[in-house]
């Protein structure tokens, strides 16, 4: 589970980190307000679970309320990276002296956090370590040991030769080091962290990634999860027994088994197409499933056709055929299907699906290129 900006800095300033004090707005008339509770100048904020907000035009630096207004309205309702933008951080501006990084990730490869600081922060830290690795520097934490102070100094030492600065940043590590941790977080990032004028440091943005499989031990954390329209879509489908992966392509798969719905979605690449979404309505399916199963696919609208493939097992075909049926007399939708049915009670769902004038094939292979040219524009048919 992703933080959005203000509540990851609402966590760091709990773990001692200095943060900037903003106020977060949803609609562009509260902007004002909150600039002048800030104090002007301040910086508009798209709050996102996406970085590279800067490049997207989504923080904009206002000197006047009026600027204020103006980028408020013109950052809320954009779209970032896929996310829509519903709400504002009314920052205050600093001056800012100098940009770092500082970040700790877990280190699948090595099964431990690192912990990585950099004096070349900013808006492209990716390019720093793809281009230019040796100007960052990693530190492995023993996750038994956590990072103790005098690594944190040592790293701190390497990014300020300044004492009073590196020590400020020795606590900023230290800081960073016990929220990662005590959030059971995956990573938890600072860039920039930046030096002001007057020489002090101030985290300006924030970014942390919790564990999803450690939520149970947070709930005040999970009570925090701001769900994009996606992720209430998953969820939803998870209430109904279903399990649901919305893709990018345009063929909506409805499948019985994680394995098969691999393998369909397989299939469909291999012969050219682009399945929407990995939809598993797993074993023992009753019609009301089918039904939900099909409500989720049709209220994607970069679905243009759908492929059912069933291989009954512990699922019967007779139930996907019922529910099939009930899910059509109650949806209204004219997006073109294709049905492949076979296996536990096949002759009877065949012959339910028949009675409602649906023909079926057995052949996987034939029902994915079927979907596939349906979804081309191949004329409608079962
Ligand atoms: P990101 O692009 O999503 O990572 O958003 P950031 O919060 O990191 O902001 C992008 C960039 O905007 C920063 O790297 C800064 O250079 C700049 N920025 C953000 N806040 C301020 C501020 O208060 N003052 C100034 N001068 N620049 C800022
Ligand atoms: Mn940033």
């Keep these: 589970m992703k933080l959005e900006e203000f509540q990851a800095k609402a966590l760091y300033g709990r773990f001692g980190i200095p943060v900037s004090a903003g106020v977060v707005v949803t609609a562009a008339h509260e902007a004002p307000a909150a600039a002048e ?38 950052i809320l309702g954009m779209t970032i990276r896929d996310c829509r933008v ?17 970040g700790i990730a877990l280190d699948r490869r090595t099964g ?49 030769r ?79 027994g279903l399990s649901y992966v919305r893709l990018d392509g345009g063929i909506g798969c409805m499948v019985n088994g994680a394995g098969l719905a691999m393998a369909t979605m397989d299939v469909i690449r291999h012969l050219g197409g682009a399945p929407a979404n990995f939809l598993d309505i797993g074993g023992s399916s009753s019609p009301d499933k089918v039904v939900h199963a099909m409500r989720l696919l049709v209220s994607d609208e970069n679905v243009r056709a759908i492929f059912i493939n069933v291989f009954g097992g512990i699922t019967r075909c007779d139930d996907v055929a019922r529910g099939l049926v009930t899910a059509l007399e109650r949806i209204d939708t004219r997006l073109p299907f294709v049905v492949r049915l076979t296996g536990t009670n096949e002759e009877e769902g065949r012959r339910i699906l028949a009675d409602a004038g649906i023909s079926a094939t057995s052949d996987m292979t034939e029902g994915a290129r079927r979907a596939i040219a349906l979804a081309r524009g191949g004329g409608v048919g079962a």
């Design 112 to 160: 431990r956090p690192v912990l990585m600081a950099s004096a070349s922060g900013g808006v492209d830290i990716e390019k720093v370590a793809a281009e230019t690795p040796e100007k960052i520097l990693f530190h492995a934490i023993d996750p038994e040991r956590g990072l103790r102070p005098f690594e944190a100094r040592q790293v701190a030492f390497g990014l300020f």
């Design 162 to 240: 300044d004492k009073a600065k590196a020590l400020a940043a020795t606590d900023i590590l230290l800081g960073l080091w016990r929220c990662y941790d005590g959030t059971d977080a995956s990573l938890a990032e600072i860039n920039p962290l930046v030096e002001l004028e007057d020489g002090s440091l101030l985290a300006i943005d924030a970014k942390i990634v919790l564990d999803d499989s450690a939520l149970f031990r947070h709930p005040e954390l999970e009570a925090m999860r701001i769900a994009t329209p996606e992720e209430e879509k998953e969820l939803a489908a998870k209430e109904h």
């Design 86 to 102: 519903e709400r504002l951080l009314i920052d205050p501006a600093v001056a800012i002296a100098g940009e770092y990084y500082a």
């Design 37 to 74: 509770k800030v104090g002007l100048p301040v910086v508009v904020k798209a709050q996102v679970q996406a970085g590279g907000r800067g490049k997207a035009g989504g923080v904009r630096l206002a000197r006047t309320l009026e600027e204020v207004r103006e980028h408020a309205a013109a």
